[in-house]
């Protein structure tokens, strides 16, 4: 019996890790979203500053694999995965998320964007994992509900039809992207992981840009400093998102990551000068509830045969 126990404890603790992880991730992504609409605002396309974003943290992921001595090619087999997943999936993402921003107000773009942790557990249950069990029912609830009313409180609901398109993409997008880094990610470390899909998703959107006629390189600090920095903050969540994701699985990673509109309020709040409601504070609550139940939530496991 005490064979059996000591299992439980190291996963409990590595469940644990990895909410801290990807609660990490949110905050920084959170930061992405404010940067993001400020580069935006300033006039640089679309295409051209993701492509920049990513290239950067690509670049960044890469030095630091080689100053920590990890790997940076992919396992066997796991490389055009991982290049499929940047240069389609998270560049379609992105580029999707940052046009819906472009008809409404990033309140309104992230309450849909959000709407992703019930596209998750719908997915995962078509593709046969099972539908979310109680506790995680709950929390999906909660993280689903506080974020709804983080972002309808904090900045107003306004957006037009093309932008709710652009919005639910975005969140379908993220989805399959997420379920298939669950799925493809086996062999290959964390760092080159998020480096190769950092890297092809940069590659994918320089792609879109030119072929649109929207290439331009950022110009002057007032866009190069902030690009540079959501390159920073891409880099970072992308190692935290993929090392998280190992231990938490598709659909908890999801939950957790509800907290991005919280850290995106509080951020909008300091750097943009908007004000911190009531009702920021109350979901604010709500989805650091959803991400504890998430973080210790699990399915229970699988019954052993009777000993004869």
């Known amino acids: 019996m005490g064979n059996r126990q000591a299992p439980r404890v190291d996963e409990g603790k590595a469940d644990l890790l990895g909410a801290g992880l990807v609660a990490l991730t949110a905050a920084q992504f959170g930061s992405v979203v404010v940067l993001g609409k400020v580069i935006t605002d300033s006039g640089l396309s679309i295409p051209s500053f993701l492509a920049v974003r990513f290239a950067v943290a690509a670049v960044l992921l890469a030095l630091a694999a080689i100053a920590l001595r990890s790997p940076l090619g992919a396992a066997r087999g796991e490389g055009w995965r991982l290049f499929l997943l940047g240069m389609f999936g998270y560049a379609s993402e992105s580029a999707l998320f940052f046009l819906a921003l472009r008809h409404g107000t990033a309140a309104t773009a992230t309450l849909l964007f959000f709407t992703y942790p019930v596209f998750v557990s719908l997915l995962s249950a078509a593709l046969g994992k099972g539908l979310p069990g109680k506790l995680l029912g709950i929390a999906l609830a909660c993280a689903v509900a506080g974020a709804a009313l983080v972002v309808a409180t904090g900045h107003g609901i306004q957006i037009d039809g093309t932008g709710v398109l652009f919005a639910f993409a975005a969140a379908i997008a993220f989805s399959l992207y997420l379920i298939g880094a669950d799925v493809v990610l086996k062999g290959t470390s964390s760092l080159?992981?998020?480096?190769?899909?950092?890297?092809?998703?940069?590659?994918?959107?320089?792609?879109?840009?030119?072929?649109?006629?929207?290439?331009?390189?950022?110009?002057?600090?007032?866009?190069?400093?902030?690009?540079?920095?959501?390159g920073l903050f891409t880099a970072g969540a992308f190692g935290c998102l993929f090392a998280g994701l190992r231990r938490l699985g598709a659909v908890r990673t999801s939950i957790v990551s509800a907290s991005e509109p919280l850290a995106a309020a509080t951020l909008a709040a300091i750097f943009l000068h908007q004000s911190i409601r009531p009702g920021v504070v109350a979901g604010g609550v709500l989805i650091l509830a959803g991400a504890m139940i998430a973080s210790v939530a699990r399915r229970p496991p699988p019954e052993e045969a009777p000993v004869p």
């Open 192 to 230: 080159a992981g998020a480096m190769w899909v950092s890297g092809s998703a940069a590659a994918g959107l320089a792609i879109l840009a030119v072929l649109s006629g929207n290439a331009h390189a950022p110009s002057g600090a007032h866009q190069w400093v902030p690009v540079l920095a959501t």
